[in-house]
């Protein structure tokens, strides 16, 4: 492991064991109201591809119908699938914290490229498979720019081929940009347009 990578590790597990107790009461809240209007739990579990190709069980708050069926990616703010809580969740990015608990245990950094279901990191060539090289994020530069992901697909005629042909090469060529220049301080600026753009959103 080199410095930079040691350096990081200890950032995120410090930040995250921070961050889990200072947002403890906030988790109960929204525990509670989840569990009010949807049953299945308040946690949603989805196998995610991370560093060198490992597979990890993501953590989010459940934002969908229990047994919701459809895609794998969401169609905007009209996706049926969603709970009137899991758009307040989705918008304010707070359906997201409970990976703080992935990135205190070494499956994600907080910064780094998003991880992607295993489907579509089977779409991935030589070049696009050099994400997994890194742990997996909890942001990162395109997932900021992607913000209105949902609404660009829920306009397409096929979105889930929209998805594999136009947003994903799209995204995975910023992660590699966002590799070849990746340093503690351009992770801090990440993290403050994450902030940023989630308050303007």
């Known amino acids: 492991m080199s410095f930079h990578e040691m350096t990081k590790r200890i950032f995120d ?11 403890a009461p906030l988790f109960g809240v ?3 109201i989840v569990h009010l209007e949807t049953r299945g739990g308040a946690f949603f579990r989805q196998e995610r591809v991370g ?14 119908h229990k047994n919701a069926a459809g895609p794998s990616i969401t ?13 307040w969740l989705r918008q304010s990015k ?24 295993p489907k579509y990191v089977a779409l991935y060539d030589d070049e696009m498979l050099k994400v997994l090289a890194v742990r997996p994020g909890l942001t990162d530069p395109a997932s900021i720019e992607a913000f209105e992901e949902g609404n660009e697909l829920a306009l397409s005629e096929n979105p889930e081929e929209h998805y594999r042909t ?22 801090g ?12 959103g």
């Open 30 to 32: 929204i525990m509670v």
């Open 13 to 23: 597990a410090l930040s995250s064991f921070l961050a889990l107790i200072l947002l």
């Open 75 to 87: 169609l905007g703010k009209e996706d049926k699938r969603i709970t009137r809580s899991g758009r």
């Open 51 to 64: 560093k060198n190709g490992r597979a990890f069980r993501l953590l989010k708050f459940r934002s969908m």
């Open 94 to 117: 707070l359906d997201e914290l409970p990976q703080l608990w992935n990135i205190l245990v070494g499956d994600m950094s907080i910064v780094g490229p998003r991880p992607e279901v």
């Open 166 to 187: 136009v947003i994903l090469p799209r995204k995975v060529s910023a992660q590699l940009i966002y590799l070849q220049n990746s340093s503690l301080l351009s992770d």
């Open 189 to 200: 600026r990440v993290i403050a347009r994450t902030f940023l753009r989630i308050f303007k």
